[in-house]
């Protein structure tokens, strides 16, 4: 990577990626004292830092190659780890299921990615993309907490079925506009 390719969104981005592994520590480290709400915290912060990036990107005309490819992977690497770290949590409201269609979806377009990035295409994120982004963020949040009041399993069932919809939607989508990408692979 360049010099040029550094700057302070593709900087955040890095940054988002390097919470991770704090952000799992916190959530599987159960005899951590507040575990949950430093997990929280970390996550929260990595949201931010994904907000941050690509409207820094964005206003200053800063969209790098690099930030085209690596901020999509580390909303997949955060998601897909508070994902994972649900699984292992006995008390999480996340069913298995929706965990596979999620990682699932996040396989495929990681494959249509480097399809594309042979044929010197970049794909940006796509505005389905971006909103199912969002959702699984806030449902993450919202899981990582788990309050245990009636309404709040209501509000974390309906996020989750928001989450596995706008993965499916957003898949649909991302194929529909970049079916030319695999039109030779066969």
Request: hydrophobic residues 60%; glycine residues 4%; contains cysteine.
């Given at each position: 990577?360049?010099?040029?390719?550094?700057?302070?969104?593709?900087?955040?981005?890095?940054?988002?990626?390097?919470?991770?592994?704090?952000?799992?520590?916190?959530?599987?480290?159960?005899?951590?004292?507040?575990?949950?709400?430093?997990?929280?915290?970390?996550?929260?912060?990595?949201?931010?830092?994904?907000?941050?990036?690509?409207?820094?990107a964005r206003k200053y005309n800063q969209i790098t190659v690099f930030g085209k490819f690596m901020?999509?992977?580390?909303?997949?690497?955060?998601?897909?780890?508070?994902?994972?770290?649900?699984?292992?949590?006995?008390?999480?409201?996340?069913?298995?299921?929706?965990?596979?269609?999620?990682?699932?979806?996040?396989?495929?377009?990681?494959?249509?990615?480097?399809?594309?990035?042979?044929?010197?295409?970049?794909?940006?994120?796509?505005?389905?993309?971006?909103?199912?982004?969002?959702?699984?963020?806030?449902?993450?949040?919202?899981?990582?907490?788990?309050?245990?009041?009636?309404?709040?399993?209501?509000?974390d069932a309906i996020f989750v079925y928001a989450a596995v919809i706008l993965t499916v939607i957003?898949?649909?989508?991302?194929?529909?506009?970049?079916?030319?990408?695999?039109?030779?692979?066969?």
């Amino acid at each position: 990577m360049n010099h040029n390719q550094m700057n302070v969104p593709n900087k955040l981005t890095i940054l988002r990626v390097a919470i991770i592994p704090l952000f799992v520590v916190a959530m599987l480290w159960e005899s951590l004292p507040f575990s949950d709400y430093i997990a929280f915290a970390l996550f929260v912060g990595a949201c931010v830092t994904d907000f941050l990036d690509g409207h820094l990107a964005r206003k200053y005309n800063q969209i790098t190659v690099f930030g085209k490819f690596m901020d999509p992977l580390a909303d997949k690497l955060l998601v897909c780890a508070a994902l994972i770290c649900f699984l292992a949590d006995a008390n999480s409201e996340m069913p298995v299921w929706a965990v596979i269609i999620i990682i699932s979806r996040e396989f495929i377009i990681s494959g249509f990615r480097l399809v594309a990035a042979e044929k010197g295409v970049t794909i940006a994120a796509s505005y389905w993309g971006k909103i199912k982004t969002v959702v699984q963020m806030i449902m993450s949040m919202l899981l990582i907490i788990h309050f245990t009041h009636p309404i709040f399993r209501i509000i974390d069932a309906i996020f989750v079925y928001a989450a596995v919809i706008l993965t499916v939607i957003s898949l649909i989508d991302y194929i529909i506009k970049n079916r030319d990408v695999m039109k030779e692979v066969r």
